[in-house]
């Protein structure tokens, strides 16, 4: 495996990724579509927080089963643990120091049609409502 290093912007939050990057990830689903990250799927056990944890805010909602972890000093999204596979990370691969994604294919995840379960949602939030 190779070993990946990244930060937010700011340099606040560093991690390492273990990780043989062969394609990309882009989700459908409302909050992905507008960070607009291009990630790749990581086990729990391939991701390490190097240094500042306590500068990582978490964004949940719907299920509140994703966690969506963000610098809280320059707003990066650098990762998140997955409502679909809870065990696993995405990475937003953007963060990742010196690495070029362009050359890679970039696979469509599809979000859009996951359940929407949380109460008082927003009707721009697509998906089947469960009752």
Known sequence: MTR????????AVTFAIEAEIDHLTACD?????????????????????LS???H??????NTHRARHHFCRTCGIYVFHRKRAAPD??????FCLDGFDPSTLPVRS????????AAKGARDVWPGPREA
């Open 88 to 93: 696993m990370y995405e990475v937003n691969v």
């Open 56 to 61: 990582l805010g978490v964004y949940v909602w």
């Open 4 to 11: 990946h290093l990244g930060s937010c912007h700011c340099g």
């Open 109 to 116: 995840s599809q979000g859009v049609g996951m359940s929407v």
């Open 52 to 54: 500042g944890g306590d």
């Open 29 to 49: 689903c409302s909050l992905c579509v507008k960070k607009n990250a291009r990630m790749v799927r990581v086990h729990e056990d391939a991701l390490t927080v």
